[in-house]
């Protein structure tokens, strides 16, 4: 037996739980034996063991989301971890916490044919936001301070903001196997249970001086909006919609910035943006003269037209990390700073700076929600009438239909837009996800079934193309028995291209490259996991599908088959109505 | 409509053709869009479309393989690149020539939040052996010499040796349409319609002074082995095989040496060493004085073993490009130089310096021989005693029934130890491929199909687990009518860990982590692909099913169900056998 990696990889795994690393999901190899077995012995560590890497790099990330906090990974040696490439670079740019850590074979092997050997230093490049080569294991007491103040470290960088993850490689040597019996397993952290080197993150703020200075500033000026992109804090809506309500700014709510649902006030919430933003008379009559962004861009491109079409706008960008995220290139202020302390801050300011708010400059948010109102109440109607199974009319009828504290994962692509589009305000909280860092259709299955533990109801909305990339996802659904409610929108092929210049191609030439139908019966495919599978044709039998998903649980997947064609079709049909109903109105 | 991007594009599209590569595999997306229509619109180009980019990824890896020539790879930007790592790090490793392009946003665009934007510059790291990034397409002359002095390159590089894979990203701006009615497009190439850089590659041989010295020496040395790891290099199986016979070494051949079967002379190739090499009788009687090894490291433990029970004994390591694949650490000479000329040149040497050659060393090869005929019989015996699916004794079936020119793909992890013990010698012509570089069980699935095309009859032999890891490969059968039929050894999980330490672990530990059953029903997944599946369950039934699968086409999956627990027993039946034997022979 091999005391020296015993003690030295349980004094990390310990230390990992220790530092708030819960979860760890493995996939099956060799080298990686030490750590998988300490961490499936330590008592309180729970482990999910995936075969396929790429699938639990994003299941991973998916449940570090859904727990907002680090999840670790752990593979064996070689392409294994260069499989956790894609979701490493998507939790990087959509910063979620993951301690990613690959066993390697040791420096004597390295780079001279040895099998299952790749190039694993700095593997991860500008996607980790920290890297370590962890030493040989030994068990001086020193060696030991160091297993315990990497862990440590590796979980407190991988949730400091931006959090993002962060790759430990590990050489290892024969034997493999630690020592169970060894004496001085997990021993020799603090006494307390805690970390062994507990860190703490400040929360930044601009000097009051700064503060009241941008208060003044924003309460002199009338027209003035609130962007909140993909984000994800407790706490953020009910400050950011406290600070929209005292300068009486209109919040462009993108569907992830969970604004839309929940028991915030959602009355300066706008969340039919994406629509009237592509009209022309509503542009020209909502000129800002002040844009304060939050989070990650929105998705609507309506938003990023009607953004650069003021580019004299005084755009206003926070930050709560290091990062730099402005596509429009118009940003004329990067703020770092915490946001919901910003807006709570922000909120005492203009309070104290304009003690009699509310009358000052009404009249241009009153406008953003009428415009809103009338727009929402025209996307519910219009999908409605469709009684084919409209793409869009899924996210009207899922608005009314998901129940309270479910989660709502949506992929790429489509439903994302989709969502933007047709889903509006709700009362009930529903949390909304997906994966915007990199916008990938990869990975989506795994990320959702990873954000449904610890959620009631999970539904997981999904095209076809998205839904076959990570098929194999669906094992761990079947091996852990999760629950999840996948929509599959199947369309038989990508269809955003029906929406984009790609369209214009000669048929032949547009679904060889772009169409790309596959043709897959996905009821053979989930049959495969044991999973449930409904197909529908009316929204009667969705709505009933729906429902009973949701009381039978496990693997459920309720197949809507639409026509790519038609779709957009009915796209264009609705904005037409749009634009009539506002020319009307405005 | 976009001139410059038309021009510069088709230029560089073209030019990859005329520069030898003819075969694109692209996965759909929005930003390649150039790439991919001037690609589908070149009249000598073949174009596969794959959705899943890591399976794309492996399907141009083997592709690559079985044409001897590389590959182009085509993906949008964001995840979709990072899905490349693995067949990218197992190209880098195994030598495997392919050329990968991935779309890019424009450099206002990265780093600033915007959709689907990765850091792709150096993306692969050190598993790229060249990378550029392109510029923003431009028309003029020089740029058009660029982009073909560029596609020129970067398939030089790719096929020259070591070769590699190269990658390149290009940025592209909207609008993405290429002007299909350019009157330029395709022109300005040479006029001969040969490459715009004809690169020729010298091939590195040793001083002849240098070369009659080595020679001298091997002539005088009675004990010298020779060893053949994977390779691929037509001619060299004449030229290593004719060197053996001057100097009178035995040949060990790994199985992915292209050496145990062909019509070279097989009389010095030895193909049982990995099940001999495990008794210490005869590792004490064959002490080797001299060791020239050729390729990568082949897989046999056993032969790694006895290398390192004789560090005294001189081994010299031929590498034709600069690398350095020696894990044992034990290479006193590594010879920079084309291997088949190498053994060509030394054959003419050692004639010179040894006219009467044939008996002054014989006694030690016809050792080598006569336990590797006896280790021969005694494994196809003992195998064939076992009526139940034994896994070894699948090769021993193998070697019998493949057709001449056929191609015998297999899996890692089980596969290729079955296969390097089991398969011997064999007059037909079997071309045996596997992914060696990295050892992974990811890609098999599509590496095979790619290797598919241009072999008549080809064969995968692959595990249960690995399988299942790509089985997003099998679209690639359906999209595009390829044959081949999959042997799969379904043990239901990892079959290999019950041979080594892990399976010391108590039952539940090591089923969790390392035995890992999934226990999917692969007739479904197939069914999923239009495959034929049969599950066979009597060599009889097997040998008809490989026959039937060959007259019928498609993707035909055979079954083998076997067991973990017995599977293991099984082997060790056959070594104690062996042991007795060679006990009473030696």
Known sequence: MNEELTAYVSAFVDELVRSGVRDIVISPGSRSTPIAILAAEHPQMNVRVIVDERSAGYFALGLAKAKRGAVALLCTSGTAAANYMPAVAEAYLARVPLVVLTADRPHELRDVGAPQTIQQIGLFGGHAKWFAEMPIPESSAQMLRHARMTASRAAAVAVSHPRGPVHLNF???????????????????????????????????????????????????????????????????????????????????????????????????????????????????????????????????????????????????????????????????????????????LTVCVNEAVPK????????????????????????????????????RLFVELEDLLPERSTLFVGNSMPIRDLDTFFGNNPRYV?????????????????????????????????????????????????????????????????????????????????????????LDYEIAVRLYDGAFTRVHHWEDFREALGRSFTEGGLQVIELPTDRDSNVAMHRGIWDKLFSRLSALL
Chains 1, 2 share one sequence.
């Open 171 to 345: 050489p290892l040597r024969e034997p493999l196997l630690p020592d169970l019996l060894s004496p001085g397993l997990w021993a020799g952290g603090r006494e307390e249970g805690t970390a062994y080197t507990a860190v703490t993150e400040g929360a930044k703020l601009p000097a009051p001086a700064a503060l009241r200075s941008l208060a003044a500033k924003l309460s002199q000026t009338a027209n003035g909006i609130i962007v909140c992109g993909p984000q994800d804090e407790p706490g953020f809506a009910e400050a950011v919609t406290g600070l929209a309500e005292v300068l009486q700014y209109p919040v462009l709510a993108d569907p992830l910035s969970q604004l839309r649902s929940g028991s915030h006030s959602l009355e300066y919430v706008i969340d039919s943006y994406d629509a009237f933003l592509r009209d022309e008379s509503a542009i020209t009559l909502l000129q800002p003269e002040v844009i304060i962004r939050f989070g990650a861009m929105p998705v609507s491109k309506a938003l990023l037209q009607y953004i650069h079409r003021y580019p004299q706008a005084r755009m206003i960008v926070v930050e709560e990390g290091d990062g730099w995220r402005d596509p429009t290139l118009l940003a004329a202020e990067l703020m770092n700073a915490d946001p919901s302390e910003l807006c709570r801050a």
């Open 357 to 392: 708010r509310n009358a000052f400059h009404a009249g241009w948010a009153r406008r953003w929600r009428r415009i809103n109102a009338e727009t929402r109440r025209l996307l519910r109607e219009e999908s409605r009438r469709y009684d084919e199974l409209f793409e869009g």
């Open 431 to 519: 949390r909304v996800m997906g994966n915007r860092g990199a916008n990938g259709i990869d990975g989506i299955v795994s990320s959702a079934l990873g954000a449904s533990i610890g959620s009631e109801h999970t539904v997981l909305v999904i095209g076809d193309l998205s839904f076959y990339h990570d098929m194999n996802g669906l094992l761990a659904a079947k091996l852990h028995g999760l629950n999840m409610t996948v929509i599959l929108v199947n369309n038989d092929g990508g269809g955003i291209f029906s929406f984009l210049s790609q369209a214009q191609l000669p048929e032949e030439r547009f679904e060889q490259l772009f169409g790309t139908p596959i043709g």
